[in-house]
């Protein structure tokens, strides 16, 4: 298969290989994919459909626009979405059958919508049980409950779901995780006392899906997961069972010989210590390459190589010594397939985690879709 000259794969079969296995890990309960943010920089149909394939009894995005994405493309899966703004289409959200977060003021716009379509809305409440966003603090939590309950009573809303999101489950020995599923039992002990009994309860992210059973409750809501990366510092994707989704790759742009002290990129942050050879990669910061990782790895010619210098808008240098036989046009693999290389290495070297990296790979990079089944 002959590549775009920049391209970042995309192996469908490993997505639903991911949600299979978390469904494993979380059985019985369901698992919602997070497909928000173009699936992670996947393609959001892409993902959805991958998920769903395998398994994934629900899909989730921020906005309403993306549901209504979804939706217009035929996928008919529950989907839900939770985070709005005062401009939300709450009316075309109600009509297209798509379950809305709500953590306070949102509720009298979506029951107006309803009341004026003659349709409930399906909703899930959020409380903020320690992570500060969205969601109603323990303290609003009762009038948002009361206020749910008189909207369900007329038959405007109907309460599907209780929810809230863990700030650090991804450090498992942090205490701040008990008490936050201490708190959501609070809030649905609230909720029961005012007749808000919903069928689904969901709080687990994937280190909670992965590390928590105990916040598994009624459903998960996976995201980093389902496209084959750790949430852990100390463990891998594969540690895990899980199969990265996404390989970035190029082909070196320029191949040159250099002397000692050579300074390379803007602001002359790198200088070499010895001769050497210099190669160009294609791929800079309006690409999703982060400007500021220093000493990022790529693969070329089965051999590791680090980035030298800032990366630039369109490119960045790697340092390939002075014996290297790279040559102009050989393959580089800059995370993903089996390079060995994890999109966490680039997070590391950016200061930043791996989510970040896979989800800011820009549009300017092709996405190419193997593996994938059928649509019908």
């Known amino acids: 298969m002959k590549l775009p000259e920049r391209a ?38 892409t993902a959805a459909r991958a998920a769903l394939h395998g398994g994934a009894d629900w899909l989730g995005v921020a906005h309403i626009a993306e549901a209504l994405q979804l939706r217009a493309h035929g996928i008919e899966a529950p989907v839900l979405a939770w985070l709005h703004t005062h401009e939300a289409d709450f009316a075309a959200a109600i009509e297209a059958h798509i379950d809305l977060g709500a953590s306070g003021w949102e509720l009298e716009p979506i029951a107006e919508a309803a009341n004026t379509l003659h349709e409930p809305a399906r909703v899930h409440l959020k409380v903020d049980t320690g992570l500060g966003r969205n969601g109603a603090t323990m303290t609003d939590w009762p009038e948002l409950v009361r206020r749910a309950a008189g ?49 689904l309860r969901h709080v687990a992210n994937t280190p909670a899906a992965l590390s928590r059973p105990d916040a598994h409750f009624d459903m998960v809501r996976v995201g980093v997961g389902v496209y084959g990366h750790s949430p852990f510092a100390d463990r891998s994707g594969p540690s895990l069972g899980l199969k990265p989704a996404m390989e970035l790759r190029t082909t070196v742009a320029n191949v040159k010989s250099v002397p000692a002290g050579q300074g390379i990129s803007y602001g002359l942050t790198h200088r070499v210590e010895a001769p050497t050879k210099l190669g160009l990669i294609p791929l800079g910061y309006a690409d999703g ?31 390939l010594g002075a014996d290297s036989d790279v040559q102009v046009g050989d393959e580089v693999v800059v995370f993903g397939g089996e390079s060995g290389i994890e999109a966490s290495e680039w997070g590391t070297a950016a200061g930043t985690i791996n989510y970040e990296i896979v989800t800011r790979i820009g549009a300017r990079v092709p996405r190419v879709v193997i593996n994938a089944e059928p649509v019908p």
Do not use: W
Request: aromatic share 6%.
């Open 289 to 319: 390459i982060p400007r500021i990782a220093v000493g990022a790895p790529v693969l070329i010619r089965g051999r590791r190589y680090c980035s030298a210098g800032r990366v630039a808008m369109d490119q960045f240098v790697v340092d």
């Open 8 to 45: 970042a794969i995309i192996d469908a079969a490993a997505i639903a290989h991911n949600v299979g296995t978390i469904a494993e890990y979380v059985r019985p309960a369901k698992v919602l994919a997070a497909v928000k943010a173009d699936g992670y920089g996947h393609g959001l149909l």
């Open 151 to 199: 909207y369900q009573n007329r038959g405007l809303i109907s309460v599907e779901g209780i929810f809230t999101h863990m700030a650090v489950a991804d450090e498992p020995d942090r205490r701040e995780t008990d008490e936050q599923l201490d708190a959501f039992r609070q809030a649905l002990a609230i909720a029961e006392e005012h007749g808000v009994v919903p069928d």
